[in-house]
């Protein structure tokens, strides 16, 4: 399985912990729009991530559009007004454009790293079906609508081809909502991703719903996978991404360093 680490310092601390450092480093969008202030940090530690051999993925923690005050937790749907379902019913409203320019500004951060020849694991609208970031609280429906949007303009508009899609949700097994009302289908994506737990049953339910065609992998986690006994017990997830400073995960170095150590672990070699 291919390791992965959210942060960059964090990924530098899984490195001086373990001796072994992440293959994947997650970042994030949220401060890409010009709004929250265009910032392009992440794309400089991208580039060197990817120029050491690793991979780089990035997930939008997306503050809404409008709709609130809230620039720390304004992608939750309790701390937003932001309704999706009428802004995509409303093409001509300011709600409708000020959303495309965020899109259109991650699409140029994307587009950078495009030119730089940094292939990107791109992750938005993660744990839709949740409801409890705005993306998800109006339904299946919206959500689809948004994603191919997404899509749609980062390829078409942007000419951004240098990304694998990853379709996230919230584990099948928790039941908050069925993943299968909630997938835009085969043709937008490149991987599907569950959060959190690594459950058989959940890798199951992913790979029923792509009929066993697309990468499936874990996300983002607060404690990482045992290889060998996820693979046999039928879930050889492709990755794992941690989380693994956060102050929930009181066993994360313990549970992070074991799965660092496995052999059954790809990790990067050397600085």
């Given at each position: 399985?291919?390791?992965?680490q959210?942060?960059?310092?964090?990924?530098?601390?899984?490195?001086?912990?373990?001796?072994?450092?992440?293959?994947?480093?997650?970042?994030?969008?949220m401060?890409?729009?010009?709004?929250?202030?265009?910032?392009?940090?992440?794309?400089?530690?991208?580039?060197?991530?990817?120029?050491?051999?690793g991979?780089?993925?990035?997930?939008?923690?997306?503050?809404?559009?409008?709709?609130?005050?809230?620039?720390g937790?304004g992608?939750?749907?309790?701390?937003?007004k932001?309704?999706?379902?009428h802004?995509?019913d409303?093409p001509?409203?300011?709600?409708?454009?000020?959303?495309?320019?965020?899109?259109?500004d991650?699409?140029?951060q994307?587009?950078?790293?495009?030119?730089?020849?940094?292939p990107?694991?791109?992750?938005?609208?993660?744990?839709?079906?949740?409801?409890w970031?705005?993306?998800?609280?109006?339904?299946?429906?919206p959500?689809?609508r948004?994603y191919?949007?997404?899509?749609?303009?980062?390829?078409?508009?942007?000419?951004?081809?240098?990304?694998?899609?990853?379709?996230?949700?919230?584990p099948?097994?928790?039941?908050?909502?069925?993943?299968?009302t909630?997938?835009?289908?085969?043709?937008?994506?490149?991987?599907?991703?569950?959060?959190?737990l690594?459950?058989?049953?959940?890798?199951?339910?992913l790979?029923?719903?792509?009929?066993?065609?697309?990468?499936?992998?874990?996300?983002?986690?607060?404690?990482?996978p045992?290889?060998?006994?996820?693979?046999?017990?039928?879930?050889?997830?492709?990755?794992?991404?941690?989380?693994?400073?956060?102050?929930?995960?009181?066993?994360?170095?313990?549970?992070?360093?074991?799965?660092?150590?496995d052999?059954?672990?790809?990790?990067?070699?050397?600085k």
């Amino acid at each position: 399985m291919i390791s992965g680490q959210t942060d960059f310092p964090d990924a530098q601390w899984v490195e001086q912990t373990t001796g072994q450092a992440p293959v994947i480093l997650a970042l994030d969008f949220m401060r890409a729009p010009a709004r929250m202030g265009g910032e392009k940090d992440n794309l400089d530690k991208a580039v060197l991530w990817s120029k050491r051999g690793g991979i780089v993925a990035f997930q939008w923690h997306w503050v809404s559009p409008t709709g609130t005050d809230d620039k720390g937790q304004g992608f939750y749907t309790k701390s937003t007004k932001f309704d999706l379902a009428h802004t995509l019913d409303h093409p001509d409203s300011a709600d409708y454009k000020e959303m495309l320019k965020d899109i259109d500004d991650v699409a140029g951060q994307l587009a950078t790293l495009q030119k730089a020849g940094v292939p990107v694991l791109f992750r938005p609208l993660h744990e839709a079906q949740g409801t409890w970031f705005w993306w998800g609280a109006k339904g299946a429906e919206p959500c689809r609508r948004l994603y191919k949007l997404i899509f749609d303009r980062v390829t078409k508009k942007h000419g951004v081809h240098n990304l694998l899609w990853v379709w996230n949700v919230y584990p099948a097994s928790e039941k908050k909502g069925d993943p299968a009302t909630w997938y835009p289908g085969n043709s937008l994506v490149d991987v599907l991703a569950t959060d959190y737990l690594d459950r058989p049953a959940d890798y199951k339910a992913l790979s029923d719903l792509c009929g066993g065609t697309k990468l499936l992998a874990v996300a983002e986690t607060m404690n990482p996978p045992k290889p060998r006994a996820s693979i046999d017990a039928g879930a050889p997830w492709a990755y794992w991404v941690t989380w693994a400073r956060r102050d929930w995960n009181a066993k994360s170095e313990a549970d992070v360093a074991a799965a660092m150590r496995d052999p059954l672990t790809l990790t990067l070699k050397g600085k």
